[in-house]
């Protein structure tokens, strides 16, 4: 439906910050709300925050609330996490996700997906 391509990952200290970015193409691409997603070894996919159509809505999951922001600019069909106050728990894959009109927060409901950044934060 629309390809997702994740940048911005690296390595920071804790209380750092980081924004990652996911480009989104498709002809449709527009449509869809995107979100963002984080899985560390041994762990469940874990629901971060999503963005509805326009940014004309938001969710955030409780231990990145405060924290991270999520936005997108429309023109560009581009997606951005902003990271702040990082902890080292945050440590992860972030992914990229998105699927069609709908905010939801599982990842099964997502269609189309990013290859990944490695987001690590250092003690």
Do not use: H
């Not at 990952?9 to 449709?28: D, E, F, N």
């Not at 990271?83 to 080292?88: H, Q, R, V």
Request: charged share 15%; with cysteine; glycine share 12%.
């Amino acid at each position: 439906q629309v390809q997702l391509v994740e940048s911005g990952g690296g390595l920071v200290q804790a209380g750092g910050s980081l924004r990652l970015s996911c480009a989104a193409s498709g002809r449709t691409s527009r449509s869809y709300v995107m979100a963002w997603f984080r899985q560390a070894p041994g762990k469940e996919r874990e629901f971060v925050a999503a963005i509805g159509l326009s940014g004309g809505s938001a969710s955030y999951s409780d231990s990145v609330k405060g924290r991270f922001n999520i936005s997108r600019d429309n023109a560009k069909t581009t997606v951005y996490l902003q990271m702040g106050s990082l902890k080292p728990e945050d440590t992860a894959v972030y992914y990229c996700a998105a699927r069609f009109q709908i905010i939801v927060t599982q990842a099964g409901r997502y269609n189309s997906w990013g290859q990944g950044t490695q987001v690590t934060v250092s003690s």
